[in-house]
């Protein structure tokens, strides 16, 4: 166990890293084209390498990380039972958004992302729909089961709320990926939301509710012990990947997504995250689980 912890972290370190390497190479290299010119060979050679694969570096560290974290804290069954909806329908969305427009509206990806399915969708793509996707989620469902509300309704919100948090991550990333020096998709029809069509984030909202049901459905079938006590992986996840757009719609000059993902996104996984947090400590009781204490009234005769 304690290996796995130790294998989690180091794999969360470097996805957080190689996220902060890239954006020094898009926001502070790119655009000096004279700072590339003037280094050494070895340093271009690592520069160009890092332009072309940092991208796929930081994406599959994330899934990894998340994969160990979801294994070591939910066991294969659940584990695979939210990776491969996730990673398979995501996919299937991302290949029909490509090619016709639907649900996201017309786009194509360029090069950065590493190999393209079908020449279409970089294969690194569903893995960030599956470790965002799961962190968003578990944040949500572990919030939600603190509350005295019935099962399904908690499973119900879980896939709403994890939906949103996962869209409200896109609001502040795909703008500012798009419209970038070194941009990693384009929208053949700009939209009118700092050049996303609207549809696209119903498209997000849509395919996050269709997989996570499934997954909710999946784990099911087996009974599911919620790691109350051990979210700081996916709290830290979503953070690092918002913080990662955020910077990236900064360096953009693109300001109002941001203040929409913060209300949307941050502040509801927060208040979820603390919620969690408070109970598996103690702090407060689930209202679920306040029993009633029926005190006996004993009646003394003869007293005044």
């Known amino acids: 166990m304690r290996r796995l912890i130790a294998i989690e972290k180091a794999l969360l370190i470097g996805h957080i890293v190689s996220m902060a390497f890239g954006l020094a190479g898009l926001l502070l290299v790119l655009p000096h084209p004279e700072f590339v010119a003037n280094l050494p060979d070895f340093g271009k050679t690592f520069f160009a390498?890092?332009?072309?694969?940092?991208?796929?570096?930081?994406?599959?560290?994330?899934?990894?990380?998340?994969?160990?974290?979801?294994?070591r804290t939910l066991g294969v069954w659940h584990w695979l039972g939210f990776m491969v909806p996730a990673?398979?329908?995501?996919?299937?969305?991302e290949l029909l958004g490509t090619s016709t427009g639907f649900p996201f509206g017309h786009y194509r990806y360029l090069s950065g992302l590493g190999y393209k399915i079908a020449g279409l969708v970089p294969f690194t793509i569903p893995l960030s729909w599956f470790y965002l996707g799961f962190s968003a989620y578990i944040i949500a469902r572990v919030g939600l089961s603190t509350l005295a509300i019935p099962q399904?309704?908690?499973?119900?919100?879980?896939?709403?709320?994890?939906?949103?948090?996962?869209?409200s991550w896109d609001f502040v990333l795909d703008p500012a990926m798009s419209q970038t020096t070194m941009?990693?998709?384009?929208?053949?029809?700009?939209?009118?939301?700092?050049?996303?069509?609207?549809?696209?984030?119903?498209?997000?909202?849509?395919?996050?509710?269709?997989?996570?049901?499934?997954?909710?459905l999946i784990w099911q079938v087996q009974p599911v012990k919620l790691p109350s006590q051990d979210l700081t992986l996916p709290f830290v996840m979503y953070l690092g990947n918002f913080g990662f757009a955020t910077v990236m719609s900064m360096g953009a000059g693109i300001y109002p997504p941001i203040f929409l993902g913060l209300l949307t996104g941050i502040l509801p996984l927060i208040l979820l995250y603390n919620r969690a947090k408070a109970v598996a400590s103690g702090q407060t009781v689930p209202t679920s689980e306040v029993t009633t204490l029926k005190i006996p009234v004993v009646s003394v005769r003869g007293a005044k």
């Open 183 to 216: 941009p990693f998709w384009i929208w053949e029809q700009p939209g009118a939301f700092f050049g996303m069509p609207y549809e696209n984030f119903a498209g997000w909202f849509g395919t996050g509710c269709v997989f996570m049901t499934v997954a909710t």
């Open 152 to 167: 399904w309704l908690q499973n119900l919100g879980a896939i709403a709320i994890g939906a949103v948090l996962l869209t």
């Open 49 to 71: 390498w890092s332009m072309a694969g940092g991208g796929v570096v930081y994406m599959v560290l994330g899934m990894a990380a998340v994969a160990v974290y979801a294994y």
């Open 87 to 93: 990673i398979s329908l995501s996919l299937c969305s």
